[in-house]
C-alpha cells in the first residue's frame, strides 16, 4: 500500500499527539512527537542551568546544542515512542508545567530549530509517518500528502491540559494552565522562524465540540482516500 507523510500542526493542547498516536497505529506508521524534541531540549537547559529563575542564556544553549542527542525508542507496553535526552528516559520530566512555561522560548532559536528540523526530516525520510508539531506542514514536510490544522478554544485546550496535570499528581491551578496555553500561543505564533501559521494546504480541524472518536473517525477518513488517490 503507498506510504504517506501526515502532518498534523495547531496551538498547543489540541490533542494533537492522542490522534497522532492513534492514526498511526491504525495505519501501521511512525508516530513522531516533534514538540517533546523542543521540551527534551528545554529539559536540557533547565538542567544546566542555562534557564534560571526566569532568565534563559539562548548563547550558552547554542553553545553546547552538539552536546545534546535526542533520540526515540519504542515502547511496546505504552503502545508509541518515548524520547531520551542524551540516553535517559525523560518522558515524564519533559511533561510538566516547568519546561512548559520555557519550551516556546527555546523554540524560538533558530540553531535549535535548525538541529532539530534536520533530525525531523530524517525521521520522516521513509514515508508512512505521521509527525505532529507547529511547522510540520510549513517547513518540515511541505508536500506531505495530508496536512492537518487543529484548534480548539484557549479555555477547553487549558482545561484538557489541567485534567491530564492533575491526574498525573501535578499541583497546579486551572488559572495558571490557561495562561501557559495562552503565552505559548502567542509566542508559537508570533516567533520570526517557523512560526504556527495554517498550511495553506491544509484541512482545519476544530475539535472543541468533537468526541475523540468522532476526531479519529474523520481524521482516518482524510487519509484513507489520501492513500487510495
Ligand atoms: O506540542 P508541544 O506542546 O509538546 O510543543 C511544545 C512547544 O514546542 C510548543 O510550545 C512550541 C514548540 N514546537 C515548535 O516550535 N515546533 C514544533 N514542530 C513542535 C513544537
Redesign the pocket.
Known amino acids: 500500500m503507498k506510504q504517506i507523510t501526515i502532518a498534523i ?1 495547531g496551538f ?2 489540541t490533542g ?2 492522542t490522534v497522532a498516536k492513534r492514526l498511526a497505529k491504525a495505519l501501521g506508521y511512525v508516530y513522531v ?7 527534551a531540549i ?1 529539559l536540557f537547559a533547565m538542567r544546566e542551568s542555562f534557564i534560571r529563575e526566569g532568565h534563559f542564556d539562548r548563547g550558552k544553549l547554542i553553545s553546547k546544542l552538539t552536546d545534546i542527542t535526542v533520540s526515540f525508542k519504542f515502547n511496546p507496553d505504552l503502545g508509541f515512542a518515548e524520547v531520551f535526552l542524551n540516553g535517559d528516559n525523560v518522558e515524564k520530566q ?2 510538566t508545567l516547568q519546561v ?1 512555561n520555557y ?2 522560548q ?3 532559536v533558530p540553531e535549535v ?1 535548525k538541529q ?2 534536520k533530525q ?1 526530516h530524517n525521521l520522516g525520510k521513509d514515508k508512512g509517518v505521521v ?6 506542514g510549513t ?2 514536510f511541505p508536500d506531505a500528502e495530508l496536512k492537518l490544522f487543529m484548534t480548539a478554544s484557549a479555555e477547553k485546550r487549558a482545561q484538557r491540559r489541567y485534567d491530564e496535570l492533575i491526574e498525573r499528581g501535578d499541583d497546579v491551578s486551572y488559572q495558571e494552565v490557561l495562561e501557559n496555553v495562552e503565552s ?1 500561543d502567542l ?2 505564533s508570533t ?1 520570526k522562524d ?1 512560526p ?1 501559521v495554517m498550511a495553506d494546504d491544509a484541512v482545519r480541524v476544530d475539535n472543541s465540540h468533537m468526541s475523540l472518536d468522532e476526531q479519529f473517525d474523520y481524521i482516518l477518513g482524510l487519509a484513507k482516500a489520501k492513500i487510495s488517490e
Open positions: 500542526d498547543s493542547s494533537k499527539s512527537d516533534s514538540g517533546a524534541m523542543y521540551r528545554t519533559i511533561r512548559s519550551v516556546s527555546v523554540a524560538t530549530r532539530l528540523v525531523q509527525m505532529d508539531g507547529r511547522d510540520i517547513v518540515v505559548r509566542i508559537d516567533r517557523s504556527l
